[in-house]
């Protein structure tokens, strides 16, 4: 076995971390740690949605829609990914928040992997 590789199952893998596979929060040691990209694959019940607007964001992102429909709200703007496949890019410094207007599936992958966001003190929950 090489300890170097890991193969999982997205579903049953993100439901343990809120979601996030991939990032500075996994033990070095397990092939999932990155200090680059945090990867999450996020699944959402029809009305879903961040308890706060993030703010002073330090990292890019990028939200790709697997299935449903995701609202992401932005200052001055709101994008409405609705078709497999629509996605949205937002850089540092931009405040966010989002909604799930249908049950939806959505990857997002975001950098660097920042230390400090953790939103509960009990157990790795990565918003």
Avoid: C
Wanted: charged share 25%; hydrophobic share 35%.
């Amino acid at each position: 076995m090489n300890d170097s590789v890991y193969v999982g199952d997205a579903g049953s893998d993100a439901a343990l971390d809120a979601g996030w596979l991939l990032g500075h929060f996994r033990n070095p040691t397990d092939p999932r740690h990155s200090e680059d990209p945090e990867i999450k694959w996020g699944v959402h019940p029809r009305g879903d949605e961040r308890a706060r607007w993030v703010t002073g964001e330090e990292r890019t992102a990028l939200l790709v829609l697997i299935g449903g429909r995701f609202r992401v709200e932005l200052p001055g703007r709101s994008v409405l990914p609705a078709r497999q496949g629509d996605y949205v890019v937002w850089g540092r410094g931009v405040d966010h928040s989002w909604r799930a207007e249908e049950e939806s599936v959505v990857l997002t992958v975001r950098w660097p992997s920042v230390p400090g966001y953790r939103t509960a003190p009990a157990g790795p929950t990565w918003d």
